[in-house]
């Protein structure tokens, strides 16, 4: 299985390629774009424009390319926003052109309808259909099939019983299968989420909440609000939070671990890890990667799932599980 690794500044491509990414994918959005439809309707999940979670130039592409081709990791480029309106499709169809032009063949994309109007346009490309638009059984991966895709990614919510069905079911061995492994457990399908993830205000799926049967005679909002004022008066400074990462406080995976499930993975059919990363801190990224390439080494030599868990717990996790399981 190879590690995908998720990219926010064109400045930490080598840091992920050295600590043993095998894939890089990173959201694009142009000048273009920005000025037209500013950043509530993006290209791509991030509706940001503050902090390193996208690259906004074709010169940083082309210099991106140029370390791609020196380090021989493909870098992908996600296109994964649920829908865009029809006069965006013109102007998608532009900027991946250029895109191409620079040499970059691989785009991760949600919207059927943008995947049949690039067909129809001609565009020489690969399509990775992304966890957003959340294929979810054989029958829908049946269908998805006709579009000559060549990776289905997950969704954060498809059990491995789910992955080793529609794999088993799908014939076609040229096709590979993607999994989520470490980072962002959100709890959300992405697909059916209509959070904004930018910088202004805290994303959806982080703000507190509880689930309880609102009593007409006795309400709860009080206790809500009190409680989403407490939140919203706690603040993290970037720098000071950067700073006070070390080897003590890192905890492999801690808003969303799958690594004690390898094994189930690989033995499902999946073919590659995805490390989420965009606006991550580098620093926590690369020991991220590092220890999943301890892991798979350990997959690799292990007899069976129980010494492969043994040892894992032993070396990887040394007594920090972050008990955020993708897989339980």
Known sequence: M??????????????????GADE?????????????YGNLFPLNRREVLYYN????????????????EKCKVPVTITLNYLYYIEEQYELIA???KKLIDIGFTEFIIADLSLIVYLKEKGLKCSIQLS???????RLAVKFLNQFDLKRYIFHRKNTIEDMKAIINDNRD?????????????????????????????????KVPYEL?????????????????????????DEEDYSSDFNDDNYILGSTGCGICSLMKLKKAGVTHLKVVGRGNFIDIMEKDIKNLKKSLDILDSAHNEESFLIETKQSILEGKCSKSCYYK
């Open 212 to 236: 309880c049967k609102i009593d007409v005679k006795c309400s709860n909002f009080p206790l809500v609000d009190k409680r989403m004022e407490e939140y919203y008066s706690f603040s993290v």
């Open 94 to 96: 532009d900027i991946m």
């Open 53 to 68: 979670v996208q690259i906004n130039s074709y010169e940083d592409m082309k210099i991106l390319k140029k370390m791609e």
């Open 24 to 36: 890089v994918f990173c959201g694009f959005v142009p000048y273009e774009w920005n000025k037209t």
């Open 173 to 205: 061995s040229n096709i590979e299968y993607e999994a989520f492994i470490l980072n962002e457990r959100c709890h959300y399908t992405g697909a059916f989420c209509s959070s904004l993830h930018c910088d202004e205000l805290h994303h959806l799926c």
């Open 2 to 19: 190879k590690i995908v690794a998720g990219l926010g500044c064109i400045d930490d491509y080598i840091r992920l390629v050295q600590a």
């Open 131 to 137: 966890g957003e638009c959340a294929e979810i059984n």
